[in-house]
């Protein structure tokens, strides 16, 4: 009989850690920082649980000709899912480094709601110098959530 409720409880346990954090997801602090490899048009693949608020990748890519010396209009997307039973608004801020890691354009996206229990996935357009996006080689990613 102790057996069994050792196993029952081990069993209640591990649900209750997947609920709080789903499989392939690292748990993060609120704001959500890091720094990936950038590519335009890659998606950055995050996937970290921020409180229960999934942030899965960001993507920053444009349709026109990247020119030195021009303005490029390029769509930065974020997506995840909101699994708390109240909406939260998300603030995110890219910051594009070169090859030596200094920080050479900041993208600010306009805060945006992310509907409970909910997939979201926000795309807005921002202007990036031609010049950046050609010698950016790494990212550096903040979201915060307000719950």
Not at 43 to 57: F, N, P, Q, T, Y
Not at 82 to 109: F, S
Request: net charge neutral; hydrophobic share 45%.
């Amino acid at each position: 009989m102790q057996r069994v409720m050792a196993a029952l409880a081990a069993a209640l346990t591990a649900g209750v850690v997947s609920a709080q954090t789903p499989t392939g997801y690292a748990t993060a602090e609120n704001p959500f920082q890091g720094e990936y490899a950038f590519a335009l048009g890659n998606a950055i693949v995050i996937r970290a649980d921020v409180k229960g608020l999934l942030l899965d990748s960001v993507t920053v890519s444009t349709s026109e000709e990247v020119r030195a010396g021009a303005t490029v209009k390029c769509q930065v997307r974020v997506q995840g899912h909101n699994r708390l039973e109240n909406k939260a608004t998300l603030k995110t801020i890219l910051l594009l480094e070169n090859g030596a890691g200094h920080g050479i354009e900041k993208l600010e996206l306009k805060p945006f709601k992310a509907k409970s229990a909910r997939a979201f996935d926000e795309q807005q357009s921002v202007e990036v110098a031609g010049d950046s996006l050609k010698a950016a080689v790494s990212v550096y990613i903040f979201i915060q959530g307000a719950f």
